[in-house]
């Protein structure tokens, strides 16, 4: 049996996705952006498509929702972009982040940092949540950017956006959320929410890859990110991806539409999966349910490196992940597991299963049966593992 667990690293393309983009490859294919049928056959598909990327995020129609390359082009545009705008000319001369954002604007931000930008890292307590009074905190009058995901691609946990966005509001400072991991499985309006500039990704939510997003709210200030036409408003200039934006109109309606699916069934199939999990024997989740995405179990097996489990796992069919997937070829240590303080034992032995609406039950029972003979066997042939009846103390929380 094939069983994909690694939804958070991309997902699977709607077929009927896939169906949208055909006829923009061999059939209509003119470049939008010439004076003839060709191009002219393309503008009614790109404008319906617009409107779906709007509405999918409660975008009003002011705004701009700038189409990207992926959710790593958006994240490096909005900090280099505030690094030229406010800290080059001496406006401002500091940015807050937090210390488990995607790599995409972690190094983004030590990039800006050696170049002169004092960068505030936020660090996470114990359940792997960010607290929104550390935005507090830490804002000063010389404050540019805070940049604070929606939700994390390795824990799941949602962090609390609506209040910073409050607090960015109250001190007049730009408020920049990753939302990729957010879409399709929470509720994400930028109108609800004080959010000036947020990222999303339309292969994490069953779009294609190779297609992203940068929404800027109304009058915020941005640099273009490639200079040489009048795409996108001149922000960011380049024939535009037709099939790309087309399929991820599509992608992102059905998300929408799907999501209600993902917080009801997926979170009831993920928690009665989670509570299996949880009944073997040292085995930790940090972050609590309620404050997850639906579809995400960081869990630690005591004893069991990371990268063996996954090994057992993918023999059996099964692709799950130890971190975040552009990390998963280290031998490294979970780095949300080390924010949080774990111990190296745990921060080696987590392992990420992420559902999607594509997910079966039969799929999970398979796949519990695989962990539990893998855990067995790993745990035997492990030299930092001691049977203890009474378990180990995780010196965590475990999460519920
Ligand atoms: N931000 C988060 C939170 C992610 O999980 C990812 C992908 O893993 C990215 C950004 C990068 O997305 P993309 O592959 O579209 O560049």
Known sequence: MKVYLDNNATTIVDPSVKEVMDPFFVEKYGNPNSLHAYAGETHPHIKTAMEKIYAGIQASREDSVVITS???????????????????????????????????????????????????????????????????????????????????????AVFPVEEIGEICAEYNVLFHTDAVQAIGKLPVSVQQFNVDYLTFSAHKFHGPKGVGALYIKKGREIMPLFHGGSQMGGLRSGTLNVPGIVGMGKAIEQAVDALDFEMSEIREMRDDFEDELLKIKDTFVVTPRNRRTPNTILISFRGIEGESMLWDLNRSGIGASTGSACASEDLEANSVMEAIGADEDLAHTAIRFSLSRYTTQEELDYTLDVVKKAVERLREISSSYAYSPEGHNSGLTAGH
């Open 70 to 156: 992926c959710a790593t082009e958006s994240n490096n545009w909005v900090l280099k972009s505030i690094y030229f705008e406010y800290i080059l000319t001496g406006r401002k001369n500091h940015i807050i982040i937090s210390e488990v954002e995607h790599p995409s604007i972690i190094a983004t931000a030590k990039f800006i940092e050696s170049m002169g930008c004092k960068v505030t890292y936020l660090p996470i307590n114990a359940e792997g949540l960010i607290e929104a009074q550390s935005v507090r905190d830490n804002i000063t009058s010389k404050t540019a950017l805070v940049s604070v995901m929606w939700a994390n691609n390795e824990t799941g």
